[in-house]
């Protein structure tokens, strides 16, 4: 079993993924569903040559913020990494796929990715740079590895809270196919990254909308996480198993879903929100 990225995020014990070198990256991989929403970058990541700094903002341009070189002379400002982007300079490092991927998420989701940095200076302020809260864990993971989830029928959701994946996915495929249950949004940069390696399976941590319309549906988190009313704990996230999607694994029958140590039970106590609406 190829290790999971269900614990991705800070605040975790689990050894820091090395990405692969560009070089060795079959562009074939920027093909999966996980990426389907960044095709408009598609060149930035299957290229031969890293885009340079003037590249990602000539290409991503975002109103009030810009994509700013970290090296050490930025560094030497003692700013936290989020307070510097409250001021308008997103750090990046260069000739880095995790960066990268994150630029392409604020291009595609800014307003989730301005809620989140808000969210986190709210809690520097109170905090302090160095400590970190359950509120900031959540906004991480989710930076890190969330996805939104829209849901037409909010009795799918019930084989999600049993961890019942076998009927979420496999005896509801045609659901994923229809549109009842989608991806509506990707913002785990972390997951994009790790998708790189080959037969990596992945975990999700989810927010849930019940609604019809993907962008109607972003934009609700986008508010949710700006008035806080989301993202107070990393228990709120509902982890997915990125594999079980229909269409997102070559081998997806029974035995697949069958896989304990992929597939988790659910744990005693687990209980998740009701969908944002």
Same mark, same amino acid.
């Given at each position: ?141 989710? %930076? #890190?590895?969330?996805? +939104?989830? &829209? *849901?037409?029928? !909010?009795? /799918?959701?019930?084989?999600?809270? $049993? ?49 019809? %319309? #993907?962008?109607?549906? +972003?934009? &609700? *988190?986008?508010? !949710?996480? /700006?008035?806080?009313?989301?993202? $107070? ?45």
């Amino acid at each position: 079993m190829t290790e999971s990225a269900s614990e991705s995020g800070a605040g975790t014990a689990r050894r820091r993924f090395i990405a692969p070198p560009r070089e060795q990256v079959d562009a074939a991989c920027f093909q999966h569903p996980l990426f389907a929403e960044f095709s408009a970058w598609y060149t930035l990541m299957a290229s031969d040559a890293w885009p340079d700094i003037d590249v990602l903002n000539a290409r991503m341009p975002l109103p009030g913020r810009c994509f700013v070189t970290q090296d050490a002379a930025l560094l030497e400002d003692g700013l936290h990494y989020e307070s510097r982007i409250l001021q308008g300079r997103i750090a990046t490092r260069l000739q880095n796929w995790h960066d990268l991927f994150n630029a392409m998420v604020w291009a595609r989701h800014s307003a989730i990715k301005h809620a989140l940095n808000a969210q986190q200076c709210t809690h520097i302020a109170r905090m302090g740079q160095s400590a970190r809260n359950a509120g900031q864990q959540a906004l991480t993971q989710f %930076d #890190e590895t969330g996805l +939104i989830v &829209r *849901v037409r029928d !909010a009795t /799918l959701l019930d084989a999600w809270d $049993a961890h019942d994946w076998s009927a979420l996915m496999h005896a509801n495929a045609a659901r994923w196919r229809s549109g009842d249950i989608a991806i509506a949004g990707v913002i785990g940069h972390a997951l994009m990254e790790q998708m790189l390696v080959p037969g990596r399976l992945l975990v999700g941590k989810c927010l849930v909308v019940q609604g019809e %319309d #993907e962008a109607a549906c +972003i934009t &609700r *988190v986008a508010e !949710a996480i /700006l008035e806080g009313e989301v993202l $107070a704990a990393p228990a709120e996230l509902r982890p997915l198993p990125l594999a079980g999607i229909p269409g997102w694994h070559s081998q997806q029958d029974t035995h697949f879903y069958a896989q304990a140590d992929y597939f988790r039970p659910l744990r005693e106590g687990r209980v998740y929100p009701r969908p944002l609406r």
